[in-house]
T-cell receptor, first 109, second 113 residues
Framework: RKEVEQDPGPFNVPEGATVAFNCTYS??????FFWYRQDCRKEPKLLMS???SGNEDGRFTAQLNRASQYISLLIRDSKLSDSATYLC??????????FGSGTKLNVKP | DTEVTQTPKHLVMGMTNKKSLKCEQH?????MYWYKQKAKKPPELMFV???????INESVPSRFSPECPNSSLLNLHLHALQPEDSALYLC????????????FGQGTRLTVV
């Protein structure tokens, strides 16, 4: 079983739409959680960390449910520039970062 | 702008060649990583160095040999690679501990011919 599972998409949405991505992780000992964004042929870049209390950064909201081992990312008012692959990342323990397969988002005009 | 610098950006090598990938960071991070990424796949962890010591080797073939000369530098020595080793090799660094995120370099795109 994979450590981190994501719906690969693609999600094709119009500008201005709200879109949500989900991710599940298998190891209850996982310590910390992140969403990264990766543009085509570029390196992954940190979008936001995910906390149990939920956290928001502008149009982006991340949630963590430890009981269900579930992480989510909500993007409001989608922009063309949000088109990318969104990677769910789990730090298992002591520097073991594992990536989900990524969810591809296409925002259309 | 990334604060993790990788060289070269592109590399083409034959199966009998020996080459090295280099990574440098000046953020004071004590954990450094090598990841391999194939097209349309997520990055896969290869090696982790913690305080210049190899702490994790994810069963990587011995034709890949990591080295951490000091706290700012990480190398990946390549020897007798196969065409299926062609991929984007990403270096990353982070602070030590379980709550910190990792910062990635732009990667080296490796082609083995």
């Amino acid at each position: 079983r994979k450590e981190v599972e994501q719906d690969p998409g693609p999600f094709n949405v119009p500008e201005g739409a709200t879109v949500a991505f989900n991710c599940t992780y298998s190891n209850s000992a996982s310590q910390s959680f992140f969403w990264y964004r990766q543009d085509c042929r570029k390196e992954p870049k940190l979008l936001m960390s995910v906390y149990s209390s939920g956290n928001e950064d502008g149009r982006f909201t991340a949630q963590l449910n430890r009981a269900s081992q579930y992480i989510s990312l909500l993007i409001r008012d989608s922009k063309l520039s949000d088109s990318a692959t969104y990677l769910c990342v789990v730090n298992l323990n002591f520097n073991k970062f594992y990536f989900g397969s990524g969810t591809k988002l296409n925002v259309k005009p | 702008d990334t604060e993790v610098t990788q060289t070269p950006k592109h590399l083409v090598m034959g199966m009998t060649n020996k080459k090295s990938l280099k990574c440098e960071q000046h953020m004071g991070h004590r954990a450094m990583y090598w990841y391999k990424q194939k097209a349309k796949k997520p990055p896969e962890l290869m090696f982790v160095y913690s305080y210049e010591k190899l702490s994790i080797n994810e069963s990587v073939p011995s034709r890949f040999s990591p080295e951490c000369p000091n706290s700012s530098l990480l190398n990946l020595h390549l020897h007798a690679l196969q065409p299926e080793d062609s991929a984007l090799y990403l270096c990353a660094s982070s602070q030590e501990g379980t709550t910190f995120s990792a910062f990635f370099g732009q990667g080296t795109r490796l082609t083995v011919v």
